[in-house]
Antibody
Framework: QLQLQESGPGLVKPSETLSLTCTVS??????????WGWIRQPPGKGLEWIGS???????YYNPSLKSRVTISVDTSKNQFSLKLSSVTAADTAVYYC?????????WGQGTLVTVSS | QAVVTQEPSLTVSPGGTVTLTCGSS?????????PYWFQQKPGQAPRTLIY???NKHSWTPARFSGSLLGGKAALTLSGAQPEDEAEYYC?????????FGTGTKVTVL
């Protein structure tokens, strides 16, 4: 059974860089059939797609976040990561990682990241 | 960036039918947007109900169906159950970049 688990600091200071990692277990991140993505949800608000990456490193980003976002993959560790720079309180959210083939079929449980001094 | 719009809230009676829609600011929604529909309950991660307009996941109840309707993507719930009360989000693909809809709160009452 595939599992995805987000990890990283739960508190980040304004203007700093948010860094999260998604560890994939029970399957290989190098499968040619899937993209691996990040989605976030501010408290009490809707979902926002951040971006996704293929195991080869090919990426797609949300245009509104593109200047601040980097998604990378480490196939040796079966992980992919999110970096979001110059964060503000508006970046406070639950961050989810997910696998996408034809569908988003596996999701992490989500991790709350709060931006505050 | 495209804006994807959904009804803010809808109410359906138990056993009744309701249709949620998903529109795009760029024009008509087509199969080329590969419309997805997700259900999210409080405190839980979203889960896919429908992908690629009308395809169901193995866990998708038969009472949910997806289609294109009047230039929008649509999710129809036929025979609503109390457990269907949730937030529903659509997702559209724009040449590889995805955009979530604004979400619809469905109340079964």
């Amino acid at each position: 059974q595939l599992q995805l688990q987000e990890s990283g600091p739960g508190l980040v200071k304004p203007s700093e860089t948010l860094s999260l990692t998604c560890t994939v277990s029970g399957g290989s991140i190098s499968s040619s059939s899937y993209y691996w993505g990040w989605i976030r949800q501010p408290p009490g608000k809707g979902l926002e797609w951040i971006g996704s990456i293929y195991y080869s490193g090919s990426t797609y980003y949300n245009p509104s976040l593109k200047s601040r976002v980097t998604i990378s993959v480490d196939t040796s560790k079966n992980q992919f990561s999110l970096k979001l720079s110059s964060v503000t309180a508006a970046d406070t959210a639950v961050y989810y990682c997910a696998r996408r083939g034809a569908e988003y079929d596996y999701w992490g449980q989500g991790t709350l990241v709060t931006v505050s001094s | 960036q495209a804006v994807v719009t959904q009804e803010p809230s809808l109410t359906v009676s138990p056993g009744g039918t309701v249709t949620l829609t998903c529109g795009s600011s760029t024009g008509a929604v087509t199969s080329g947007h590969y419309p997805y529909w997700f259900q999210q309950k409080p405190g839980q991660a979203p889960r896919t109900l429908i992908y690629d307009t009308s395809n169901k996941h193995s866990w998708t109840p038969a009472r949910f169906s997806g289609s294109l309707l009047g230039g929008k993507a649509a999710l129809t719930l036929s025979g609503a159950q109390p457990e269907d009360e949730a937030e529903y989000y659509c997702l559209l693909s724009y040449s590889g970049a995805h955009v979530f809809g604004t979400g619809t709160k469905v109340t079964v009452l």
